[in-house]
């Protein structure tokens, strides 16, 4: 009996066109230009006078730009009776501070959740996952008396140790190591007679670059725009944000100063943000892919 031999199936690869090209770009582009405006529209607003501030309905553009907000702004800044350099060094230093240390405490104790076995490490971030649906107003309570106890009321110290035991950042890390930190090249580390800590330093901790430095943007931009914080009472430990409340609570009047206030405190954190945009978008990309 001859046989039969089923001709071979051809398979065609998809490839868009170039409508679907242009269609693509237009909607990108329509997503973006919806997503500016709001930046655009908070500089329009820090360089209007005050007739321009009250119209109804607001106009997204200037139509006669003044500078003279921001000379109210600095004005204002210099009725102080702290210092306004303090608030700005507060505010550097809590960011920087609590940054480096949400970092570092965050990628140290995910490799340990990730790739070291131990009794109970489940149930552990079985209670950091149910952590994450608690907010700050929900916990206040418990903190301030945490805080009280440990004598941390009205110290540095009561914004910095908070800002190092989120658990999001822990959460974050430990799902990027999971997926981005083959086994193997640990083990084969470790025969090779390496030390967890330089194992951690030297291999771990390149391989998730895109993740912790997404997570220095996050915990960045949350100390930089913290605000009244009811942990602190001294007027010499208060931040940038709280000063900056305290003096526009004027009414009106100083609406114009307001504006501008609003460009002057997002500058740092949009210059963070360019800077380091790359290894967002490389994380959002990558943690959810396993090898």
């Known amino acids: 009996m001859a046989s039969y031999n089923k001709p071979a199936k051809r398979y065609r690869a998809l490839n868009r066109s170039l409508g679907g090209d242009i269609g693509v770009y237009i909607v990108l582009a329509i997503i973006g230009t919806i997503m500016v405006i709001p930046l655009v529209y908070a500089i329009a607003q820090s360089l209007k006078p005050l007739d321009e501030l009250f119209i109804f309905p607001p ?5 006669n730009p003044t ?23 507060n505010t550097l230093f809590y960011s920087v501070t ?21 009794p109970g490490r489940s149930f552990l971030f079985q209670m950091i996952v149910y952590s994450l649906m608690f907010n700050a107003t929900v916990t206040g309570i418990t903190n301030f008396i ?8 009205d110290t540095i110290f009561a914004i910095i140790i908070p800002a190092w035991c989120t658990t ?18 640990l083990e084969s580390a470790r ?17 998730v670059k895109p993740a912790w430095i997404t997570l220095i943007i996050f915990a960045f931009n949350g100390l930089w725009n913290q605000g009244a914080n ?14 900056i409340g305290q003096i526009l609570a004027g009414g009106i009047a100083r ?17 963070v943000f360019i800077i380091t945009q790359s290894n967002i978008i490389q994380t959002m990309s990558t943690s959810g892919m396993k090898d």
């Open 255 to 271: 609406s114009g100063a307001a504006a501008a206030s609003t460009v002057v405190t997002m500058i740092v954190p949009i210059i």
């Open 230 to 243: 009811m942990f602190i009472y001294s007027e010499q430990l208060k931040t940038f944000n709280y000063a």
């Open 146 to 153: 945490t805080m009280s106890a440990l004598g941390m009321v």
């Open 98 to 118: 609590g940054t480096i240390g949400n970092v570092l405490l965050s990628s140290m104790a995910a490799y340990a959740m990730s790739k070291i076995k131990f």
């Open 67 to 89: 500078h003279k907000n921001f000379g109210d702004l600095f004005r204002l800044m210099g009725t102080s009776w702290v210092p306004f350099s303090r608030y700005i060094f």
């Open 59 to 63: 106009r997204l553009f200037v139509v």
């Open 191 to 207: 025969l090779e007679g390496a030390g967890e800590f330089r194992i951690f330093i030297k291999i771990a901790m390149p391989m």
């Open 168 to 185: 999001f950042g822990l959460y974050l890390m430990k799902q990027f190591m999971e997926s981005s930190v083959p086994d193997e090249v």
